[in-house]
Nanobody, 119 residues
């Protein structure tokens, strides 16, 4: 199993920046990809970005492309999400997720960290 813990959420004004972190532990050798998802109040959870653990290939939702950057530090088993030019509509609980090499879906999830962007 893999455990993940998010950190770095908080309150920021529109136009500001935040960096989220996701630390993985356990069977980290089984990680194929890690991703960020978010759930805004009253909305379904949505994909934000993902990174392939070995190659570092990245993919973003259109809504965050050009503003958010996903990265990872393999030595620290940690993934990051640098969020710039934040908008009130980015307000959500942000979740870190792991897709292991044996799974076709994200099968390990963190508890989430709140990001609030004020206008």
């Amino acid at each position: 199993q893999v455990q993940v813990v998010e950190s770095g959420g908080g309150l920021v004004q529109a136009g500001g920046s935040l960096r989220l972190s996701c630390a993985a532990s356990g069977r980290t050798s089984s990680i194929y990809a890690m991703g960020w998802f978010r759930r805004a109040p009253g909305k379904e959870r949505e994909f934000v970005a993902r990174i392939t653990w070995t190659s570092g290939n990245t993919y973003y939702a259109d809504s965050v492309k050009g503003r958010f950057t996903i990265s990872r530090d393999n030595a620290k088993n940690t993934m990051y999400l640098q969020m710039n030019s934040l908008k009130p509509e980015d307000t959500a609980i942000y979740y870190c997720a792991v897709r292991s090499s044996a799974s076709m879906t994200y099968n390990y999830w963190g508890q989430g960290t709140q990001v609030t962007v004020s206008s």
